[in-house]
C-alpha cells in the first residue's frame, strides 16, 4: 500500500519530537516534510537522540510546499501561531491536526481566554479530537483540534459518570504534570532547582485549560457544570494524573458504570488499583481507577501528557481521517522500569 | 539555666533523627538517653551523617532507665508499640510525646482504625498535640499525641474556614506527601524504581488520617464533616503539599479570614502565591494559600512531612509542655535551593 | 516466514520484562513461553503496563517443557541458578543466551569471584556475546554468554584504543548506572530515600564486573592492562554513563580512530558532544564521546542499563544466533524527553 | 560581645542565599547590609522561603554604604564584577571574602582562563581560603578568595597523597556535581527535563577549575602534576562527588595516611566506607573515603557545593579573618534524609 505523505510543522519541541518518534515507524504515514520557524537543520540538530536514526532535513514552515508533498499536516506550534497555518493548509486542501489551543474552544470562550480568533470560519467546522467521544465526526473532519492534555485526562475520567453527578455540585479536579508540558523554553520555574525535590499549584481556578473541559462536558452532556481544575506541576519529566472528585445524585455502582462505559475502547484501560504515571508513559494509554464512598467519587486518570496528552492523540485522529485503523502505529509499550 | 533532659525511643527511624538534630542544638533540653528496640550501637551507626557531630550511646529501650535519667520522652515508636511505652513512662511520672497514632483519636475510632487499645485511662487524658488548636491544654499536659502529618496539613489549612462551610457538602482532600513519610523500611512500594518519575494515590478514601482528620474538625466545629481523603505518594524524599476542596455557605472573602485567623501565629504563614514544599522543607512552618471561584475554595497548605508533621512539632509540644517559649529551638530555616 | 519460537525464563524482573516488551513486537521471533520461579500468574499481573498489551500466561520454570515449545530461550535469571537451566536446556538442543554471569568468564576467574561452576563443559564452548568482538562466533553459538551492563559500556568505550595504550599505566574506569541495574529486589540501598538526591560509590576497585572487562580486554589485545574500576548509584532509573582515563604511548588522533573503529557498526554512535544517557535509554546504542590532552584519553560512553546492558544486547545475539539481521526488532528510539 | 557588621553584596542567587542563612543565626556576625546589581526589594522577595523570617531591605550594591556600615563584605558575584567591588571596598578598609574566581589565581593563569585582571595589586596579596593549607595566611589576610567548589573537593581528597604520587602519572578527577553549582539562571541546560533521569560531562579536560586545581596541587607540593578533570552533572540540586584516580610511587597505606592527615582537621571526616552526597549537604564538611589496589588509589570526596563549595567555606575564612573560632556559626547538621 501507498504510504499518505504527512507534514510536521513545529519540530523542535517535545510534541514535534514524539510526532517523528512515532511517524518514523508508522505503517501507513510518511513523514514527507518538516519544518520549524527556522529550517536549515537535520532533524538529528534538533533532538540528538535521532542521530543516526532520523536525520531528514528541516524546512522554514511553508504552507505552499506542505501542500506540493502531503496530503496532512500536524501543527506542533504555540497557538495564535498555528491559526494562520492552519487557515492557509486547509485552503490548499490539506487535512489538518492542530495540537495548539486554537480550535479547540467555541469562538466566545476562546477570545476570552486566548485572544482574537482569526479563522472563525474553519474554527465552527472544527472537530474536538477525542475519539472517545467523536469517533464518527473526526473520520469525516479536515480540521481536528487535539484536546488539550490536562482535559484529555480530565474528561475521560469523567464522561462515564456525567449522567450521574449532581448538577448543582462543583467538580474538583486537582491535575498533576510534568514539566514536560510546559514546553522546552528554559524559565525560572522549569529550572531544575526549582522543580526538583517540590511540587506546587499554578494558575490555580485560573488555567485555560478548565473551560476547555466544562465546555465539553456541557457539550457531551447538556448541562452546565462548575469546574474547579488546579494543575500542579510534578519533578517527573512526562506523564500527568489527574485527580477527580465527583458527587451523584444517587448511590451508583461506580466501578461498573466505569467499565460498562469503556468496554469497547482500544486506548483507555480500567484498573483494580489507583493508576499510576510510569505504566500510561510511552503510551496513548488513558488508565483510570475508580473509587467511592457513599455518593463521592474518586476518579483517577493517568496519561503521557505528550503522547496520549498530545502527539500520539493526534496520530490517532490522523488515522481516522484518513480511513486507517484508529491503532495503527500508536504506542502501547509503556516506559517502564 | 539547667537544661531539662530528654530522652528518645525509636532513633532508628526518619523522625528519630529529626528529633536528634532539633534537639542536639536545643537551648534547653539536653538528650538524655537514646534508644531502638535493639540498643548497643552509636547514633552516628545509626545515622551515618552524626559522624563526628553526635555519636552518643544508644541503649535497648527500658522505661525505667528513661525515668531515672529524664523528665520528657519522645516516643518515636510504631503504633501499638507506643502505648505500652507511654503507659509505663507516665506511671513513672516521665511526661510524654507520643509520634504515633496511639493517643490521637477517641477509643471507638481508634479500635475501629487500628487496634485493641491497651491504655484507656490514659488515652482518654490525651492531649492532641496541634498548637493552633490546643495550646493550653498542651501547656498543662502529661501526655500528648503528636498529629500525624496529613491531619497537620489538612486541618490547619481547613481550620480558618470551618465556620463557613457548607455542612452537607463533603470536604475532598488530594494530598500529597514525599516518601520519607512511609518509613525507612525496604519495600517494592518504597523502591527508587517504582518511585521515581512516578505519581499515585493510595488508600484512596480508606487511610488511616482520615477519621483523624473528620473527628478533630467536628471536636472544633461541632459539626460532623464528610471528609474524603486521598493521599498520593511523591518521587521527593521530604515535604508535604495538601489540595483542601470547599464548599462555602455564602461568600466570603478567604484571603482576608485567612489572614485574620493566623494573626498571631509562629509557625502558619500565609502566601500571597500557591505554596511549594521546598520552602517549608527543613522547618517547622505550615505555609497556606487560598483562592477561590464563588463559594467554591482551593487552599493549598505545606509542611515538611518529618518536621511540622512529626518531629518539630513534637519539639514544640514539648516545650509548651515544660513553659518554654514554643519556639525555642524550631528550625524555621528551609532546605532550599 | 515463519516465526521462531523463544521461551524468556525469568520474566519477573527488569530484564525480563525488557526482554517482553522487544519480543512482543520482534518481526522473527514469537514468545512462546515465560516462566518465572512460581509461576501460575499472567505477565501482566508481574508487569501492570503490560494490562491489555500482553496478558500470556507464565508458568513455573521447566526446561522440557521449553524444549517442548521454543528453539531458543532467553535466561533472565540469577546468576547460579542460570547454569543448572542453560545445562539441561542445551542437552535438549535449545539454544541459549543467558543474560547472568555464569558463562561470562573463565573458569579460573569465574570461580574466583562468583562460585563453583557447575557446567564446566559449556563454559568452555560458550561466546562472549559482544556483537562488536564476537559477531562471527556468536552466529554459530549454541550459547551465548550475555555480556555484563558494565563491561559492555566500559569495553566499547576503551576498545578502539587499544593498540595504543600504553600496557604498564593503569585504566581507570568510573561508572555510573541507575538503580535498575542493582534489580528489583527491595533493599535500604534500592529505598528511594536512599538513592534520590544523593550519588555514591560502591564495590570500589572490588565489583565483580572489573574482571569481566580485564579478562576481555587481555583476550582482544592479547596484553594484560591493570584496570581500575569503580561504579557509582546514580539517582537515575535507568541508563550508564561511563568515564574512561587512558593513556596512550604516544599522540595520536583519538576522534579519529573512534570514528574509524566503528563506521560500520550499526549500534555504536559517535558523538561530537560529550554522550548523555537520556539519548541512549530505551535502545540498543551505545554512544561514545572522547577527548584527549596529549596522551590522557578521556572515553564517556553511554548505554541503557537494561537494553544494551541486557535484554535489547540479547536480542541481538538471538538474531544472530538464528541467521536474522542483527538489527531486526532492536530498538532505535529513545525514551526522550 | 558586640557582634561584628556584614555586608553580602550578591544577595539574589544560590551562594547568597546561603550566606544569609548561616549569618542569620552566628554569633558574632550580622548581617548589617545586603545587596543586588538592582537592589528595591526585601530580601524574603529574593527568597520566598524567607518570609517571616528575614526581611531586611536589599540595596543596590555601593561600595561607599558598605564601608559606612560594615567591617567585611561577602562577595557573591560573578567573575569580572567581583573584582571591582573588592577593589574599592579594600581602598575604604573594608575586608573582603570573594567568592568568585577573580582572585584564586595567579595572574597568568587568571588571565589565560578568565580575563585581563584590573586589580593585579590586591591580587598579588590575596590568600587562597582553603582553611587545610593556609589556615594561618587566613588569619592576616584582609582578601581572601574563596576556593571554587571542584578545588575544594579535589584538593582536599589528593593533599594527603602529595608526597607519595608519582610525579610524572597523570590525575585524573572524575567529579559530578548538584546543578545549583551552575547558577540560578534559566538555560537549556539546567532545565528540568534535560537534567531529569539523566548525566553528562561539560567540558571535559577543559573547565576552568582544572587550571585551579593544578596551581594549587603545585604551590603546596613544589611539583607540576598533569591534572586531568571532567565535571558531570548531576540530577540533583546539591551536592558533590569527586572521584579521584591517582598513582603511588610506592605502596602505602592509603587510609592510614589519610587518617594521619586529617588528625586536627574539624571539617574534614574520614569515612570506612564510600562517601554519599547526602551525608554532608547541608554542612560544612568535606566527608573522605580511600580504597587502593596496589599503587592505584581512589579517593572519593564529597562536599555540599554550596556550603563548603561556597558559602560555609567563606564563613569559616570570615571567622578566620576576624579572630573567630573557625567553626562559630557554621553548619554540621546534614539535609537528611
Not at 490539506?94 to 479547540?104: C, F, G, P, T
Not at 467499565?259 to 494509554?285: H, L, Q, W
Request: net charge negative; proline share 5%; charged share 20%.
Amino acid at each position: 500500500m501507498k504510504k499518505v505523505k504527512v507534514a510536521i510543522i513545529g519540530a523542535s519541541g517535545y510534541t514535534g519530537l514524539e510526532l517523528m518518534k512515532i511517524l518514523i515507524n508508522h505503517p501507513f504515514f510518511e513523514i514527507a516534510y518538516i519544518a520549524t520557524t527556522e529550517g536549515g537543520m537535520k532533524a538529528s540538530d534538533l533532538h540528538p537522540s535521532l542521530l543516526g536514526v532520523f536525520e531528514q532535513d528541516v524546512y522554514k514552515a511553508d504552507a505552499t510546499q506542505v501542500a506540493k508533498v502531503a496530503e496532512l499536516a500536524f501543527l506542533a506550534l504555540p497557538h495564535k501561531a498555528a491559526m494562520g497555518f492552519a487557515k492557509e493548509l486547509l485552503s490548499l486542501h490539506v487535512k489538518v491536526v492542530d495540537l495548539s489551543a486554537d480550535y479547540r474552544l467555541e469562538l466566545e470562550a476562546y477570545e476570552k481566554f486566548y485572544c482574537e480568533h482569526e479563522d472563525k470560519e474553519n474554527l465552527s467546522s472544527a472537530v474536538y479530537g477525542l475519539p472517545e467521544i467523536n469517533k464518527e465526526k473526526i473520520k469525516q473532519a479536515k480540521l481536528v483540534a487535539n484536546p488539550g492534555c490536562y482535559p484529555t485526562a480530565s474528561i475521560l475520567g469523567i464522561l462515564p459518570f456525567l449522567n450521574y453527578l449532581k448538577v448543582d455540585a462543583p467538580i474538583f479536579i486537582d491535575a498533576k504534570s510534568g514539566v514536560s508540558g510546559a514546553g522546552k523554553k528554559p524559565s525560572l520555574s522549569a529550572h531544575f532547582v526549582t522543580i526538583n525535590e517540590n511540587i506546587f499549584a499554578y494558575n490555580p481556578l485560573m488555567h485555560r485549560h478548565e473551560p476547555e473541559i466544562s465546555e465539553k462536558l456541557r457539550l457531551v452532556s447538556g448541562q452546565e457544570f462548575e469546574v474547579n481544575f488546579v494543575p500542579h506541576l510534578l519533578p517527573v519529566s512526562r506523564g500527568m494524573l489527574v485527580s477527580s472528585y465527583l458527587q451523584t445524585n444517587e448511590l451508583i455502582n461506580a466501578k461498573a458504570i466505569l467499565e460498562d462505559f469503556y468496554k469497547e475502547a482500544k486506548f483507555v484501560r480500567i484498573r483494580e488499583n489507583p493508576v499510576d504515571i510510569k505504566s500510561t508513559a510511552g503510551t496513548n494509554f488513558c488508565d483510570i481507577f475508580v473509587t467511592q464512598k457513599g455518593k463521592s467519587l474518586f476518579v483517577s486518570s493517568s496519561i503521557d501528557n505528550l503522547l496520549r496528552g498530545a502527539s500520539s492523540q493526534a496520530v490517532v485522529n490522523a488515522n481516522l481521517m484518513c480511513g486507517f485503523e484508529e491503532s495503527a502505529g500508536i504506542p502501547i509499550l509503556a516506559y517502564v522500569p
